[in-house]
Each structure stands twice: as C-alpha cells, then as structure tokens.
Nanobody, 117 residues
Framework: QVQLVESGGGLVQPGGSLRLSCAVS????????MGWYRQAPGKQRESVAL???????NYADSVKGRFTISRDNAKNTVYLQMNSLKPEDTAVYYC???????????WGQGTQVTVSS
C-alpha cells in the first residue's frame, strides 16, 4: 500500500517561509517522479512543482524563483521550500507520485498553508 504523508503547513505572514515535507512508503521512491499541487477555495487543483527521479525540476510560473522542490531518496521524502510567501499562495498543498511499478498515481491527504497578516 503506497502512502504519502505531508507535513509542515501552517499560518505564516506575507514574506515568510515554510518547508513542506512528504514522506512516501510502500513504493520504490527513488524511481518515481514526485510533485506538489495546491488547491485554493473555489479553484481547481493546480501543479506547483515537479521533480523527476533524476532530479530535473519544473515550476509553475507563479512560484518560480520563490519555491524549491527537492528530494532525499535515502529518506523517501520530497520537500517544498516556500519563500517570499504571498496571500495568493494560501491553499491546501498535496503531494503526488506516480508509482512506476504499477503506473498508478497516489495523493497525500494535504496540508493547509495560510499566508495572512
């Protein structure tokens, strides 16, 4: 059973930083691409950042230069470092993976990020 567990969300003031973590179990983490998505109230879920098994990254235009996705294969964990946060970054952030062995996608339960003064 593949499981993804996010942590690190919370309330932060504009201009502040947070680091989200997503721990993965039940899958060969090192071979799987990983992604962070977010969904704000009344909006569709959108891609924020992606990282391949080889470490290639891709970012939404809205977060380029502010967010950094990284992975630690030894810890089966993917991170999202978020700097210079803006109120429009407020959303539930979800971790996602494509399990290469089964070609199924899996989602975490989400973690709330609120940027407000």
């Amino acid at each position: 059973q593949v499981q993804l567990v996010e942590s690190g969300g919370g309330l932060v003031q504009p201009g502040g930083s947070l680091r989200l973590s997503c721990a993965v179990s039940g899958s060969d983490f090192s071979t799987n691409p990983m992604g962070w998505y977010r969904q704000a109230p009344g909006k569709q879920r959108e891609s924020v950042a992606l990282i391949t098994s080889g470490g290639t990254t891709n970012y939404a235009d809205s977060v380029k230069g502010r967010f950094t996705i990284s992975r630690d294969n030894a810890k089966n964990t993917v991170y999202l470092q978020m700097n210079s946060l803006k109120p429009e970054d407020t959303a539930v952030y979800y971790c996602n993976t494509l399990d290469i062995a089964s070609l199924r996608t899996y989602w975490g339960q989400g973690t709330q990020v609120t940027v407000s003064s």
